[in-house]
Nanobody
Framework: QVQLVESGGGLVQPGGSLRLSCAAS????????MGWYRQAPGKERELVAS???????NYIDSVKGRFTISRDNAKKTVDLQMNSLKPEDTAAYYC?????????WGQGTQVTVSS
């Protein structure tokens, strides 16, 4: 059974940084497009950033220049470096793996940006 396990969430002040990490197991990691989604209370889940197997990345406009997604195919990990965090970044963040062979989700990690 495929497993995606997120870590690195927490409470941070506005302007601070956090690094989320997702470790995958029982998956041919290199063929999957990996993504980070987030869902705030009362809002729909949205794709924050994704990175293809070859390394090309995409971001939603609201995080461009602040967030960086990266992957290590050998370690089967995908990270999301979040800088200059804002209160509106507060949400549960979910790791996602997607390919023609299936789509998988992690259990989520909470990020709270507050003073």
């Amino acid at each position: 059974q495929v497993q995606l396990v997120e870590s690195g969430g927490g409470l941070v002040q506005p302007g601070g940084s956090l690094r989320l990490s997702c470790a995958a197991s029982r998956i041919i990691f290199s063929i999957y497009t990996m993504g980070w989604y987030r869902q705030a209370p009362g809002k729909e889940r949205e794709l924050v950033a994704s990175i293809a197997s070859g390394g090309s990345a995409n971001y939603i406009d609201s995080v461009k220049g602040r967030f960086t997604i990266s992957r290590d195919n050998a370690k089967k990990t995908v990270d999301l470096q979040m800088n200059s965090l804002k209160p509106e970044d507060t949400a549960a963040y979910y790791c996602n793996a997607r390919s023609a062979w299936g789509t998988y989700w992690g259990q989520g990690t909470q990020v709270t940006v507050s003073s």
